[in-house]
């Protein structure tokens, strides 16, 4: 499996990005999918994910109720919706999969990763 993430860019507090995160390789739906993010001089660290069929998702709970998981299986492609982003959530954004397709929320559980996208909100 072969992913690219895309959207990030730099922006103000308060403001929203979707990230987008395409695949290619395999069937998409056979694999759960999760964003992560890293700060500088922070480890990686789960930001949400989502099942293969796009029925569960997981939030850290640091974007509970501002960040939006979603997929979609025809397009091959996931989705994060972030909202009122802050400074705190500067980070390079990674996508990554997972061949359970139930949700997976360890970083050592995911198989395959796509290069990061940036997103700077300054305050």
């Known amino acids: 499996v072969q992913l690219q993430a895309s959207g990030g860019g730099l922006v103000q507090a308060g403001d929203s990005l979707r990230l987008s995160c395409a695949a290619s390789?395999?069937?998409?739906?056979?694999?759960?999918m999760g964003w992560f993010r890293q700060a500088p001089g922070k480890e990686r660290e789960i930001v949400a994910a989502?099942?293969?069929?796009?029925?569960?998702?997981y939030y850290a709970d640091s974007v509970q109720g501002r960040f939006t998981i979603s997929r979609d299986n025809a397009k091959n492609t996931a989705y994060l919706q972030m909202n009122s982003l802050k400074s705190e959530d500067t980070a390079v954004y990674y996508c990554?999969?997972?061949?359970?397709?139930?949700?997976?929320?360890?970083?050592?559980?995911?198989?395959?990763w796509g290069r990061g996208t940036l997103v700077t909100v300054s305050s």
């Open positions: 990554a999969s997972t061949s359970p397709r139930s949700i997976q929320t360890s970083r050592a559980r995911y198989n395959y």
């Open positions: 989502i099942s293969g069929s796009g029925g569960s998702t």
């Open positions: 390789g395999r069937t998409f739906s056979y694999y759960a």
